[in-house]
Every structure is written in structure tokens, then in C-alpha cells.
Nanobody, 122 residues
Framework: QVQLVESGGGLVQAGGSLRLSCAAS????????MGWFRQAPGKEREFVAA????????SYADSVKGRFAISRDNAKNTVYLQMNSLKPEDTAIYYC???????????????WGQGTQVTVSS
């Protein structure tokens, strides 16, 4: 069992930056791939980024490639999402998730956090 708690969301102007954190409970964090997803109002939840258990492999949605960076610190049981050059269309609730292998679909993840709101003003 893994429990995930996101933090770091907030209100930022377009062009600004935010860093989201996702703290995981449990001793097995380092064995899980981690992903970030987001859900904007009236839209389905979508993949943002993912990282494998060691941090050696990452994957990004085309919409965030070059602007967002996912990383993890297994000693701290935490995964991060650095978001730069934010746009109003990045406004959403951001969720982190844990799964057995890196994946770009919700079905690839077994555990989810409660989400953190990111709002980008124009």
C-alpha cells in the first residue's frame, strides 16, 4: 500500500514557475514508477509526465515537453514536477500516481494522491 500526498500548487502568472511535490508513504516507494496527471475543468484527466523507479527513464506529454521536468528522490520518498513557462491552459488539478512500470495511461497506476490545484492567470 502506498499513500501519496501532493503539495506545491497555487496561483501563478503566465510565464511563471511552480514545483509540485508528491510525498509517498511506505518503504517500497523506490520500486514504483511514478506519474503526474492533470484534470482541467470539464475535461478528462490526462497524462503529464512519468518516471521509472530509478529515475533513469522519463516520459512527457507533448504539451509539456521542454517546459516541465519530472524527478524523484528515493531517499526522501518524493517525486517532483518542475513546471516552467506556465500557460493558462496548464490550469488543472494535478495528481501524482504510483504504478509498477512507467506508463502514460491511468490504467498503469495503482495508487493516486488527492490532487493539488494549479491556476495560471493570463
Amino acid at each position: 500500500q502506498v499513500q501519496l500526498v501532493e503539495s506545491g500548487g497555487g496561483l501563478v502568472q503566465a510565464g511563471g514557475s511552480l514545483r509540485l511535490s508528491c510525498a509517498a508513504s511506505g518503504r517500497t516507494f523506490s520500486t514504483y514508477a511514478m506519474g503526474w496527471f492533470r484534470q482541467a475543468p470539464g475535461k478528462e484527466r490526462e497524462f503529464v509526465a512519468a518516471i521509472n523507479w530509478s529515475g533513469s527513464i522519463t516520459s512527457y506529454a507533448d504539451s509539456v515537453k521542454g517546459r516541465f521536468a519530472i524527478s524523484r528522490d528515493n531517499a526522501k520518498n518524493t517525486v517532483y514536477l518542475q513546471m516552467n513557462s506556465l500557460k493558462p491552459e496548464d490550469t488543472a488539478i494535478y495528481y501524482c500516481a504510483a504504478g509498477l512500470a512507467i506508463a502514460a495511461t491511468e490504467e498503469g497506476y495503482d495508487y493516486w494522491g488527492q490532487g493539488t490545484q494549479v491556476t495560471v492567470s493570463s
